[in-house]
């Protein structure tokens, strides 16, 4: 089976701070990809990436950074946190054009 | 612009109640659609996937069918741990981003 985890179930930053939302996945599959899930809005792509050290903007990319330095591994960054990003975030990995699979997400809330 | 618009947004079933969840999409190219089963708290979790109009797929009580226009989630027999937000999405001639439709809120009643 597919694993893809993500370092936190729950996190409470401040406002400011920089956050790190790790996600980790044991296929060796090439795509990765940021998702946040509000409620009215569904899930929303944040930045995904296709190979190492490649990475591609997606819908809401503004206030986010991504990493991918090693194939299973795709970190989001929140640079200076603020209110507005309180959200479920979602990782997820897929191989070509096949099913993508889904982490636990992490509920962020930022006060 | 790639649409993905799911219907009901909401649905109260009995158990045992049969319905269909819709999902119907504007993507040219279809490469892909995808249904997702979601419980509250957690990640989506792969159900379906679906490439061409006429192909079916069956798993226990779910039944996932792909027209042209629009795919179809049919629920027989439902029981109260159906009860979940479905979700769809599509995958755009382009690339490999999928794009979810907002989901349906099922609930079961026993």
């Known amino acids: 089976d597919v694993k893809v985890t993500q370092s936190s179930r729950y996190l409470v930053k401040r406002t400011g701070e920089k956050v790190f939302l790790e996600c980790v996945q044991d296929?060796?599959?090439?795509?990765m990809f940021w998702y946040r899930q509000d409620p009215g809005l569904g899930l929303r792509l944040i930045y995904f990436s296709y190979d190492v050290k490649m990475k591609e903007k997606g819908d809401i990319p503004e206030g986010y950074s991504v990493s991918r330095e090693k194939k299973e591994r795709f970190s989001l960054i929140l640079e200076s946190a603020s209110t507005n990003q309180t959200s479920m975030y979602l990782c997820?990995?897929?191989?070509?054009?096949?099913?993508?699979?889904f982490g636990q997400g992490t509920r962020l809330t930022v006060v | 612009e790639d649409q993905v618009t799911q219907s009901p947004e909401a649905l109260r079933l009995q158990e045992g109640e049969s319905s269909s969840l819709n999902c119907s999409y504007t993507?040219?190219?279809?490469?892909?659609l995808f249904w997702y089963r979601q419980d509250p708290g957690k990640g989506p979790e792969f159900l379906f996937t679906l490439y061409s109009a006429g192909e079916e797929k069956e798993k226990e009580r779910l039944k996932a069918t792909l027209t042209k226009k629009e795919s179809f989630l049919h629920i027989t027999a439902p029981k109260p741990e159906d009860s979940a937000t479905y979700l769809c999405a599509v995958r755009i001639p382009s690339g490999s981003r999928l794009t979810f439709g907002e989901g349906t809120q099922l609930t079961v009643n026993p």
């Open positions: 997820a990995s897929s191989l070509g054009t096949g099913e993508a699979f």
């Open positions: 296929m060796d599959h090439e795509n």
């Open positions: 993507v040219s190219g279809l490469r892909g």
